[in-house]
Nanobody, 115 residues
Framework: QVQLVESGGGLVQAGGSLRLSCAAS????????MGWYRQAPGKQRELVAV???????TYTDSVKGRFTVSRDNSKNTVYLQMNSLKPDDTAVYYC?????????WGQGTQVTVSS
């Protein structure tokens, strides 16, 4: 059974930082591309950052220079370090594991940035 469990969300003031974690089980973690997505109220879910199995990373333009995605294959965990947070970053953040046509989602963690 595959499980992705996010943690680290919360309430933070603008300019602050948070680090999200996503712990995976039930998959050979190192083979999977791991991504972070977010969904704000009334908006579609959007890609935030991706860390592939071969070590490449991708970021959406709005978080470049502020967010950093990393992974620890020994801990089956992917992280999202979020700095200089803005109210527009407020959303539920989801972790996604992808391998070919297979994918799994976590349950999400709420991030709220107050102005």
């Amino acid at each position: 059974q595959v499980q992705l469990v996010e943690s680290g969300g919360g309430l933070v003031q603008a300019g602050g930082s948070l680090r999200l974690s996503c712990a995976a089980s039930g998959i050979t973690f190192s083979l999977w591309t791991m991504g972070w997505y977010r969904q704000a109220p009334g908006k579609q879910r959007e890609l935030v950052a991706v860390f592939t199995s071969v070590g490449s990373t991708t970021y959406t333009d709005s978080v470049k220079g502020r967010f950093t995605v990393s992974r620890d294959n020994s801990k089956n965990t992917v992280y999202l370090q979020m700095n200089s947070l803005k109210p527009d970053d407020t959303a539920v953040y989801y972790c996604k594991a992808t391998l070919g046509g297979l994918y799994y989602w976590g349950q999400g963690t709420q991030v709220t940035v107050s102005s």
